[in-house]
Structures are given as structure tokens and as C-alpha cells.
């Protein structure tokens, strides 16, 4: 884990040695205080003699054991101050690269996690990191340096019986502080998962409010979600008792070693080898050496979790990329614009193959549709042209440029799409139009909602595009959001265009509006049209008919009927399904 956090660290290397250094000054400050304790002990048992002597050497010593106290505290708030940046600079550099890894990610990957429990991994490794380093610098290595600095004291100071006390004793301490800690390891990792579980199960429910209340499942929610807080309530009180058990069993070794010690000490004032202030000052050091250590089953426990969480955030950040550009692989250089699917073949799974040789080209500057039944691979097409996935057989080039040897950047920002699902973000309308090409004035803004036919909307709404869409864009209608989604890539403006469902969610007058709209933004683009209604498509360059994966045809619209084929009989199938709909 140091191996891994090392390369985040060494942009402040710097301060690392100097909070180190100011570590090391207030221990040797704090080991300071009770031996000047001792003197001034010593000092107040001055027998008769000069009576200035009673005065000054008390003062003085007063003076420097406050001074000593305030050195501590002073060098300890510099360490803090100092290392700070380090700490935070570090959370924020590993969280960063972590965000970034996840969106270079496959698209597989974000289709099977889950994101309640993803988004509380990332929030625990960014903690733990900080908790790690927090409890190295400000606990544990303090901690070692003022434990050497005390027995190196002892052992000169008196003899090596306080040493070996010490030693036994803190040995003793740190053993069974690390054995039940360890025990108590199952029942912390087990009240995270359930933690994880509830958590997630709560976003879940969030995330589908209105699925939720469509079957009137509330209260099947509520029950669920308190079923994962009992069970973690329970892990938590298992937790709890394991931890009075440590915690007794630390008080147990500290009061052994105390009698031992002071015991020892006190023969030694009897005996008149030890002066009363030595007394004090040994019963001060265990007293400072004991204080920090009251916490190591704690620290233990919380160390290995820190660690643990930070091992789980980067696995995230080590998992392989599916889809990775080709080293050195250059930006694609868009001349024309001409797609061409070439002996494609795909499948998610391999025992579920979803196409097979798939061949057709969209010329520059045309509208290339693709139809079929649900299932046949349409949507793929989308996905792969993105580069969501990597083709299993075939390829796809732009220009001649096969995708998968150029960078994933540079293809993406060659294409926009309008999804069959939109999907929008938690903020106002313009936010997200403006995501289409961020940075795009208000005026642009405005022309592409313009253009989406929403511009009207969007303005007779009491914040106009100050209006927020609510999670997912659930304030708005299912056509609201398409329109939105047509607006954003209407405002990129690249040169190839997928139109995947675009118009699914809107009625007769507002499809045909904006059908002619998107053909349109279209002219002088290659567009790759996906639908399900033929009336929309009818048009188009060409058509390709997809079926189980596989191309059955490619034709325009009068050529197809002509063939009547497989596409004339879905147009046939659709014709007399309209009035059955108008009737209705």
C-alpha cells in the first residue's frame, strides 16, 4: 500500500521531511517535560541554604517546563499545519485519477456495477488515505520515536530493569492489542458489506422512485431497507462487545506495569538511590507512553480498514481497461465522413452472439438507416461505432482509419447522438444542452433548443433554462427530454450523426417537426439512422434490414418494396397498425 500511495506522496516530499522534523522536535520536547518535572521536584526538596535559591531555581525551572509544554503543542500544530497539504493534496490527486479511470472504463463495466456501492468505495478510499496517513505521522510514528527516546532514557538514567519492564510490557500490550484486533477484523468487514448492501439497496430504491410508487412497493422498500439496517445494527454490537473486551484487556497490561515499575521506583527512594522526583518522573513517562497506546487496538483496526478500503479503490484503479487506445495511436483525421461496417461480427457474451458479417457503408454526406426487429443488433451498431466495445471479427473505419488505431477522443468528438434513452443530468435545462459542446454561449444554446423545438417550451417555464430537469431528468416528459437530447447534439455539431430511436418519445406532430429538423442538421453529414417506425426512414439513402444479426437486405424504400422481402413486409405490418392506433 506505501508502494502505491509513494508516487501521490512525492509531489510534497518536502513537506513530508519537514512535518517529520517537527515530529521528532516535539517529542524530544515532551520527553523533556518530566525530566524537567524531576528537577523541580528535586528543587522544592531543597534543604536550608541560600534563600534565593528557593525562589529562583523553582521559577526558572517553571518557566522552562512551561516553555517545554508549549514547544510541544507549537511543534505539533506546525507538523499538522505543514503536512496538511500533503495529505489532502494526495486524497484529491488519487481521487481524481480514480473518477477519470472509471469513465475510461468499458461501457460493460458501468452496466453491471452498482453505483451506491461503487460511489461509497471511492468515498471510503479517499478517506482512508487521509486516516492512513493521519494516524502514521500524527499516532504511530510519534509514538515509536517517543517510546526509543524513553527506553534509551531509562536504560541511561537508571538501569536496564526499567527498560526490560518497559519493553515486556509494551510487547505484551502490542501483542494482544493486534490479536483481538485481528479477531475483530470479521465483525468491521462484515458491518461495511452490510453497510455496502443498505446503502446501495437505498439508491437503488431512490434511483427508481417512480417504479416504486407505480406497484405502490413503499412500504416492500421500507421493510427492505430496514431489514439491511438490522442487520448491521446487530454486526455493530458485535463489534462493540469485542471492543470493550480489547479495551479491558489493554487496562489490564497498562496496570501491571504500572505497579511493577512504581514498585521498583519506590525501593528506590527508600533505599535513598532515587530522589522523589525520579519517582514522578518514571510515573510521568508511562503515563505519556500509555496515553497514545490506549488507542492501538483502535489505530490497529482502523489502519487495516484504512487499508483496506484504499485496497479497494485501487482495484478500481488497476482494473484493465477493456477498450484502450493503441500506443501511440494518432487523433482520426475526418476528410469525408464515410463509415463503412465491414464483416462485423459481435457478441456481448459468447454464447450469445449478437451480430454476424455485418457489411454496409455510409457515404459522406448521407443518411444510411438501419430497421429491424427489437433485439436484431440495431442499437449495437451505435455502440461499436462509439467504440463502447471492440469488435469481435471485421472491422469499422472513417475514412479508410480503422477506429480501433486511432484514440477514443478524437472518434468521439467526430460523433453525436441522439439515444433512444436520454438520460440527464441533476441540474438546469441549459447545463444540459450546453454539455454538448461546454463552454458554447447562451445564444448558441438557444439556437440549438430552437432548432430541437423546445426553445418555447423551455421559455415559458417560470426559470427558463434556469430550470432543473431533477435526477435523471425526471421533471421533465419522456418528449421534453428528447427534444433536450436532439438540442445538445444539434449544438456539438460533428460530422457524423446517430439518431438512435431519436423520435420515439414524441406524437405525430411533433416527430414530423422535428424530423425534419434532424434532416436538416443531417444535410451534409453521414448519419446512421436507427428506427422501428419505417415511416421515418423512408427517405434515407439507403436501408439496411438487420435480422437475428445478420443483414437481409440493403436498398432504398421503393427498391425494398419492390423486393418484397423481409422489409416490405414490416412496412405492410406497420401500415395497417397505424389506423388501428388512430381508431383507438
Request: charged letters at 20%; proline letters at 3%.
Amino acid at each position: 500500500m506505501l508502494k502505491r500511495v509513494t508516487p501521490y506522496l512525492w509531489h510534497y516530499r518536502w513537506r513530508v521531511a519537514a512535518a517529520l522534523g517537527f515530529l521528532v522536535a516535539a517529542k524530544l520536547a515532551n520527553v523533556g517535560v518530566p525530566v524537567l518535572l524531576k528537577h523541580l521536584i528535586d528543587a522544592l526538596d531543597l534543604k536550608a541554604g541560600d534563600p534565593r535559591a528557593v525562589l529562583v531555581v523553582p521559577i526558572g525551572l517553571l518557566l522552562a517546563y512551561a516553555a517545554l509544554r508549549l514547544s510541544t503543542t507549537v511543534f505539533t500544530e506546525l507538523r499538522e499545519l505543514i503536512f496538511a497539504k500533503a495529505s489532502f493534496g494526495a486524497s484529491k490527486e488519487i481521487a481524481l485519477a480514480v473518477f477519470g479511470h472509471l469513465h475510461a472504463l468499458s461501457l460493460r463495466f458501468h452496466l453491471e456495477r452498482q453505483t451506491g456501492g461503487l460511489s461509497r468505495d471511492i468515498e471510503r478510499g479517499t478517506r482512508a488515505l487521509q486516516s492512513l496517513l493521519s494516524y502514521s505521522l500524527y499516532t504511530i510514528v510519534p509514538t515509536l520515536v517517543e517510546v526509543l527516546l524513553v527506553l534509551g532514557f531509562l536504560g541511561w538514567r537508571f538501569d536496564l530493569g526499567y527498560v526490560l519492564i518497559t519493553g515486556v510490557a509494551l510487547a505484551l500490550y502490542v501483542m494482544f492489542s493486534v490479536v483481538v484486533t485481528e479477531w475483530r477484523t470479521q465483525f468491521r468487514r462484515t458491518m461495511n458489506e452490510l453497510d455496502s448492501r443498505a446503502h446501495t439497496r437505498a439508491i437503488d430504491a431512490l434511483l427508481n422512485f417512480e417504479t416504486v410508487k407505480y406497484f405502490n412497493n413503499e412500504a416492500f422498500e421500507t421493510r427492505r431497507y430496514e431489514q439491511g439496517l438490522e442487520s448491521y445494527r446487530q454486526a455493530q454490537v458485535k463489534s462493540q462487545a469485542t471492543l470493550s473486551l480489547l479495551n479491558t484487556g489493554q487496562q489490564l497490561i497498562i496496570a501491571f506495569s504500572l505497579v511493577a515499575l512504581l514498585w521498583r521506583a519506590t525501593q528506590g527512594v527508600v533505599d535513598g538511590r532515587l530522589t522523589l522526583g525520579d519517582l514522578v518522573m518514571v510515573n510521568a513517562f508511562l503515563i505519556q507512553l500509555y496515553i497514545p497506546l490506549n488507542f492501538l487496538g483502535v489505530l490497529y483496526r482502523e489502519v487495516k480498514q484504512s487499508i483496506a478500503d484504499l485496497d479497494r479503490m485501487f482495484a478500481l484503479l488497476e482494473r484493465e481497461r477493456e477498450v484502450a487506445d493503441a500506443p501511440g495511436a494518432p487523433p482520426l483525421q475526418v476528410l469525408e465522413g464515410r463509415v463503412r461496417f465491414e464483416g462485423v461480427s459481435f457478441s456481448y457474451e459468447a454464447a450469445r452472439p449478437i451480430l454476424h458479417d455485418v457489411s454496409f457503408e455510409i457515404p459522406r454526406g448521407k443518411t444510411v438507416a438501419v430497421v429491424g426487429a427489437s433485439g436484431a443488433g440495431k442499437s449495437t451498431l451505435a455502440r461499436l461505432l462509439y467504440r463502447f466495445y471492440d469488435v469481435n471479427g471485421g472491422r469499422i473505419t472513417i475514412d479508410g482509419q480503422d477506429i480501433r488505431s486511432v484514440t477514443q477522443d478524437s472518434l468521439r468528438r467526430a460523433i453525436g447522438i441522439v439515444p433512444q434513452d436520454t438520460v440527464l443530468f441533476n441540474d438546469t435545462v441549459g447545463y444540459n444542452i450546453a454539455y454538448g459542446r461546454p463552454g458554447a454561449s447562451s445564444a448558441e444554446v438557444q439556437a440549438a433548443a430552437s432548432a430541437a423545438h423546445i426553445h418555447g417550451f423551455i421559455a415559458s417555464t417560470p426559470k427558463g433554462y434556469d430550470t432543473l430537469v431533477g435526477e435523471r431528468g425526471l421533471k421533465l416528459s419522456g418528449g421534453e427530454k428528447q427534444r433536450v437530447a436532439i438540442a445538445r447534439t444539434l449544438l456539438k455539431d460533428p460530422p457524423i450523426l446517430i439518431f438512435d430511436e431519436a423520435t420515439s418519445a414524441l406524437d405525430s406532430a411533433n416527430e414530423r417537426a422535428i424530423q425534419a429538423e434532424l434532416k436538416s442538421a443531417a444535410q451534409g453529414k453521414t448519419a446512421l439512422v436507427i428506427a422501428h417506425r419505417l415511416s421515418t426512414v423512408a427517405d434515407a439513402h439507403a436501408i439496411v434490414v438487420l435480422d437475428a444479426g445478420r443483414v437481409v437486405e440493403v436498398g432504398n424504400h421503393a427498391e425494398l418494396l419492390l423486393r418484397d422481402g423481409r422489409y416490405a413486409q414490416m412496412w405492410r405490418l406497420q401500415q395497417a397498425e397505424e389506423p388501428e392506433v388512430a381508431g383507438v
